[in-house]
T-cell receptor
Framework: DAKTTQPNSMESNEEEPVHLPCNHS???????IHWYRQLPSQGPEYVIH???SNVNNRMASLAIAEDRKSSTLILHRATLRDAAVYYC????????????FGIGTKLQVIP | DTGVSQNPRHKITKRGQNVTFRCDPI?????LYWYRQTLGQGPEFLTY????????KSRLLSDRFSAERPKGSFSTLEIQRTEQGDSAMYLC????????????FGDGTRLSIL
């Protein structure tokens, strides 16, 4: 499985934008980039995914580098409810793919 | 919108006992996954079902672990002769069969072995 690397932790002030980086230098052409987040005592929650183009949804934006070797999850205005562990994972297109989670980035939001 | 449901939420048992967890996926999802998560780590894949067929098992799934999905709907994960090292959060996820659809997770069953 192609691997991703993320910083172990990050801090952000409330109501500020947050940029969470992810490196995936061994990504293949058919790998989608998925982001999940996990709040305390809950299961992971899907946030967003993309292949090549930047993506936006109601939760966040995903910016994908032109060479696809890195991506950034953007939370436009961090709230206290965004404090969670954020996982960046790769999933090959088509059929079933086992998902491999790393330890993610623990985001702390400071009021 | 009914999400993935897992029961029980918490289970405390003595070492050596058997435990069984249940997962009810989102109704139209034919793919179902089990993961294990220990403190400070990301979820680790255990096994995958497509409908009732168990198509992949991790090496983490020792002989004491068995998972079933008899009618392609709910699934159970049983651990026999539990050990201290089995203490963890057990997560279930399901996904739609079409394309590269995300997995939807339940809130897990936290197992504590005394």
């Amino acid at each position: 499985d192609a691997k991703t690397t993320q910083p172990n932790s990050m801090e952000s002030n409330e109501e500020e934008p947050v940029h969470l980086p992810c490196n995936h230098s061994t990504i293949s052409g058919t790998d989608y980039i998925h982001w999940y987040r996990q709040l305390p005592s809950q299961g992971p929650e899907y946030v967003i995914h993309g292949l090549t183009s930047n993506v936006n949804n109601r939760m966040a934006s995903l910016a994908i580098a032109e060479d696809r070797k890195s991506s950034t999850l953007i939370l436009h205005r961090a709230t206290l409810r965004d404090a969670a562990v954020y996982y960046c994972i790769l999933r090959r297109s088509g059929g079933y793919q086992k998902v491999t989670f790393g330890i993610g980035t623990k985001l702390q939001v400071i009021p | 919108d009914t999400g993935v449901s897992q029961n029980p939420r918490h289970k405390i048992t003595k070492r050596g006992q058997n435990v069984t967890f249940r997962c009810d996926p989102i109704s139209e999802h034919n793919r179902l996954y089990w993961y294990r998560q220990t403190l400070g780590q990301g979820p680790e894949f255990l096994t995958y079902f497509q409908n009732e067929a168990q198509l992949e098992k991790s090496r983490l799934l020792s002989d004491r672990f068995s998972a079933e999905r008899p009618k392609g709907s709910f699934s159970t994960l049983e651990i026999q002769r539990t050990e201290q090292g089995d203490s963890a959060m057990y997560l279930c996820a399901s996904s739609h069969p079409a394309g590269n659809q995300p997995q939807h997770f339940g809130d897990g069953t936290r197992l504590s072995i005394l």
